[in-house]
Every structure is written in C-alpha cells, then in structure tokens.
C-alpha cells in the first residue's frame, strides 16, 4: 500500500489541466499586448509627421554607426600588417648582423691563439710510424728452423729418458714387494674297497702324493657303517699349483688300496 500511495504521489495526474490553462493565459497575454501596440500606432499616427521622421533617422544613424563598428577593426588591422612585417625584417637584420660579429670574433681568436702556440713552441704532436722490420736473411731463417727441429729431437729424447727411468723404478719396487700367493685349505675323504683294507698303508699312500705347492696336514679315521672307515685328510695347496683334479688323478693311482676320493671341505686361505 506504501508503495502504490508512494507511486500516486510522483506521478502528475492533472498535468492536461494545468497546461490547458497555461494556454488560456497566455493568450490572454498575447490579446491585451496586441491591443496596447494598435493603440500607440493609432497615437503615432494621429501625432505630428516629424515625429516618424526623426524615428526613420535615428534608425538610418544606427545603421550607419553599426556598419562603420563592423568595418573599423578591418582597417585596422589591414593597416598594422606592413608593421608587423616591418619589425620582424628589422629583427632578422638584427641577428644576421650578430652572427656576422660572433664569426669575425672567433675567426680572429683562432687566429690568436694558433699566434700564442707558435710563440710557446707548442707543436701537434706527430703521428707514429711504425719502425720497419729489419730484413731477415733466408740463410738465418734456414738456421732457425733446423734449431727448432733440433730442439724438438732433443724434448723427445729427454721425455722417452724420464719415462724409461720411471719404469724402471715401478719395476723395482714391484719386484721387492712381496708377491701374495693365492692358497687354498682342503679336506679329502679317501675310502678304501672294504673293512679288511690296511688303512695304514692307505695313508702311507696318498702321503707319497708329493709336488711344488702341496703341503699335507693332519689326518683321522672315520667310521662310516658296516665296519668300513674312511681317512679324512687335510692338506694346504697354492691355487696357481696344484689342484683338486690333480690331487684326485694322483691318489685314485693307488687302486689296491683305494675305491675313490671326495672333496670335503674347500676354504680360501
């Protein structure tokens, strides 16, 4: 309800009204001034004639004076144009005539000052030549390159001499170094054919098995089953030297005594 009261009271319900009475007045107004100039027409006329005549010269007067205003500024400024004209050649003469008096003054200071050098003893400094290079005969040059080749020769010598010397001293000391030789620890286990075997005999035998770089250890019996005992056997071999099939071949030789040979235990000393 605030809303539409709100919307009733912007908005102008009666505006024709208004305007239609604004029209009323105003030719009211129009009608009541018409009357009042056909009045003082209808006095002017009835009045002297002179009267309408001094009107129609004062009319004609202002006329003339206003076309005279509009054409006075015309003529003036027609007029001050040669001024204007004139004072800006005057000003170029002005500075032609300034620079003219500004060259001769730095012509004759240069001239002055090349006068005080002169007298100072005061030269340009002269511009360096290079020296030419003295001639070379073909015969040092000759010289020259045999000496360089020469000393190229003799480098050489002196590079393959100090190689030789430190060869010689790596051999050296690698052949007072101790060499460390590769060993092995082995266990064998020798069986013999059957319980009546002279296990005695048996290790006298594999014993006899001598060569560079096999040392035998200690050695036992081992009862297996049925009565039968097998020799267990350590011995000490260089790797490069001996080896397990070598140790095999050799021992198996003994076929009275020997059925066969096995590796029990194999370690890196």
Request: glycine share 4%.
């Amino acid at each position: 309800m605030e809303l539409a009261q709100s919307m009733m009271n912007s908005v102008w319900m009666e505006r024709s009204k208004y305007e239609e009475a604004e029209r009323v007045f105003q030719e009211h107004l129009v009608k009541s001034s018409g009357a009042q100039g056909d009045s003082v027409c209808t006095q002017q006329k009835s009045g002297e004639g002179g009267t309408v005549v001094q009107l129609i010269a004062q009319a004609r007067q202002k006329i003339q004076d206003s076309v005279n205003s509009l054409q006075a500024p015309r003529t003036s400024s027609d007029a001050s144009v040669p001024s204007v004209v004139k004072s800006l050649q005057d000003e170029n003469a002005t500075l032609k005539q300034q620079m003219a008096d500004m060259l001769a003054k730095f012509v004759a200071m240069e001239a002055r000052l090349s006068q005080v050098e002169s007298k100072c003893g005061v030269a340009a400094a002269p511009v360096p030549q290079k020296a030419a290079a003295p001639a070379v005969d073909d015969d040092e040059d000759d010289d020259d390159e045999g000496d360089l080749f020469d000393s190229d020769s003799e480098d050489d010598e002196k590079i393959a001499q100090i190689k030789a010397d430190r060869i010689a001293m790596y051999a050296t000391k690698k052949s007072k170094k101790a060499v460390l030789i590769a060993k092995s620890n082995i266990v064998l286990d020798v069986k013999p054919w059957d319980d009546e075997t002279d296990m005695a005999a048996l290790e006298k035998c594999v014993r006899t098995v001598q060569t560079d770089g096999l040392v035998w250890g200690a050695s036992k019996m081992v009862k297996i089953a049925y009565g039968i005992t097998k020799l267990q056997i350590v011995c000490v071999v260089e790797d490069d030297k001996v080896g397990t099939d070598f140790l095999e071949e050799q021992i198996t030789a003994f076929e009275e005594y020997i059925q066969s040979v096995d590796v029990a235990a194999f370690n890196k000393v």
